[in-house]
């Protein structure tokens, strides 16, 4: 089946630091998403990549569809320390297909 | 405020019991989706719906029962089938499937159900 994964498990930084996470799959895919989650919130949507090389920016966020469609990547820069939660990527194929798969997830704390 | 609810946010139930947890939508979206999330762990799929009247089995859909009677609420039943049912639960919604690239899914605020 299709593997997808998150990288890294968790991070701690400092208020300030820029912060670079990243998921890579096993399969090709058209569409990859990123999403944020609070603790005890429902994840809520960052940023949408459709094309392969894409790169868009939303605030202190950047993202990448990479070249090959097998991978993506998530920075932010000058962290703040509402920037604390749980980051997930996630994919869809596209088509008629529904299905989002989610990583695992990137546990970010950030110490003030 | 357009959006979707999800009520209660916390909710705790004897064993052997069946529970019904609320997702209702005002965003006008055809497709909703019911996720199961534990501790650790990426959000798994449990029923879908891409239109009332209509709805498919996710990836972990035993011990869980869904109805779409209406466009704007999916209501997800836990029931005492469910052999490991404390986790925390989250109703999202889009568009439309198939409809690139509406195929983000909004969620809603989850509901953390203990099961004692």
């Known amino acids: 089946g299709q593997q997808l994964n998150q990288s890294p498990q968790s991070m701690f930084i400092q208020e300030g630091e820029d912060v670079s996470m990243n998921c890579t799959s096993s399969?090709?895919?058209?569409?990859w998403l990123w999403y944020k989650q609070d603790p005890g919130e429902g994840p809520v949507l960052l940023i949408a990549l459709y094309k392969a090389g894409e790169l868009t920016s939303n605030g202190r966020l950047t993202a990448q569809f990479g070249i090959t469609r097998k991978d993506s990547f998530l920075n932010i820069s000058a962290s703040i320390p509402s920037d604390v939660g749980i980051y997930f990527c996630?994919?869809?194929?596209?088509?008629?297909?529904?299905?989002?798969?989610f990583g695992k997830g990137t546990l970010l704390t950030v110490n003030p | 405020d357009g959006g979707i609810t999800q009520s209660p946010k916390y909710l705790f139930r004897k064993e052997g019991q069946n529970v019904t947890l609320s997702c209702e939508q005002n965003l006008n979206h055809d497709a909703m989706y019911w996720y199961r999330q534990d501790p650790g762990q990426g959000l798994r799929l449990i029923y879908y719906?891409?239109?009332?009247?209509?709805?498919q089995k996710g990836d972990i859909a035993e011990g869980y029962s869904v109805s779409r009677e209406k466009k704007e609420s999916f209501p997800l039943t836990v029931t005492s089938a469910q052999k490991n049912p404390t986790a925390f639960y989250l109703c999202?919604?889009?568009?439309?499937?198939?409809?690139?690239?509406?195929?983000?899914?909004?969620f809603g605020p989850g509901t953390r159900l203990t099961v004692l």
């Open positions: 996630a994919l869809n194929s596209g088509g008629s297909n529904y299905k989002l798969t």
């Open positions: 719906s891409q239109i009332v009247n209509d709805f």
């Open positions: 399969s090709i895919f058209n569409t």
């Open positions: 999202a919604s889009s568009i439309g499937l198939a409809v690139p690239p509406g195929n983000e899914q909004f």
